[in-house]
């Protein structure tokens, strides 16, 4: 079974400008959580969608969203970009049954200057 | 809210044992996790824990006191390819994972 595959891996933004990621989770899996990982913060949640509808949100500002398709394939997207929102993202799946049986994908790498 | 502490690095010798601390405190609780994470890597995870005790896994054992709002990962007969950064996180409701900001293990020969 294919792994969960994030798009692009590497990414370079100027500050005002604004980003779309994205996340194919593993086939049959209905759930996309969002990850921001930063080296001072650590991993922090960021949404999760569950069959298209976000299910839950952490505590971000509004210039990050994201939303989900009917394949499950998911896109977060931050406007405004800032320099702090340089970070690691990543996203994980879950076929929505277990909440330990969640797989991350090997991140998007965005870099604002 | 939730708050979730760790060390921020380790140094162990390989073939030796190593325990990794993790105290939390949270609003909700439905299960502790321990993941790895190797340099530029995904998280993979290792383990999970919702009652008190200790679970097995190989190499791997991870500990949870639900009451001391405390768990440990313990990990034997240490290899170099476990120098990684080890993640709790723990799950306060729904299944949201807030995660500590890791502990960077560092095995040595």
């Known amino acids: 079974k294919a792994g969960v595959t994030q798009t692009p891996r590497y990414l370079i933004k100027t500050r005002g400008q604004q980003v779309t990621l994205s996340c194919s989770p593993i086939?049959?899996?209905?759930?996309v959580s969002w990850y921001q990982q930063t080296p001072g913060q650590g991993l922090q949640f960021l949404f999760e969608?569950?069959?298209?509808?976000?299910?839950n949100k952490g505590n971000f500002p509004g210039r990050f969203s994201g939303r989900q398709f009917s394949n499950s394939r998911s896109e977060m997207n931050v406007s405004t970009l800032e320099l702090g929102d340089s970070a690691l993202y990543l996203c994980?799946?879950?076929?929505?049954?277990?909440?330990?049986?969640?797989?991350f994908g090997p991140g998007t790498r965005l870099t604002v200057t | 809210g939730q708050n979730i502490d760790q060390p921020t690095e380790m140094t162990a010798t390989e073939g030796a044992i190593v325990q990794i601390n993790c105290t939390y405190q949270t609003s909700g609780f439905n299960g502790l996790f321990w993941y790895q994470q190797h340099a530029g890597e995904a998280p993979t995870f290792l383990s999970y824990n919702v009652l008190d005790g200790l679970e097995e896994k190989g190499r791997f054992s991870s500990f949870l006191s639900r009451s001391k709002g405390y768990s440990y990962l313990l990990l034997k007969e240490l290899q170099m390819k476990d120098s990684a950064s080890y993640l709790c996180?723990?799950?306060?409701?729904?299944?949201?994972?807030?995660f500590g900001t890791g502990t960077q293990l560092k095995v040595e020969l």
């Open positions: 086939s049959g899996h209905r759930s």
């Open positions: 969608y569950f069959s298209e509808t976000q299910r």
């Open positions: 994980a799946s879950r076929s929505g049954q277990r909440i330990y049986e969640q797989y």
């Open positions: 996180a723990v799950s306060g409701g729904g299944n949201k994972l807030t």
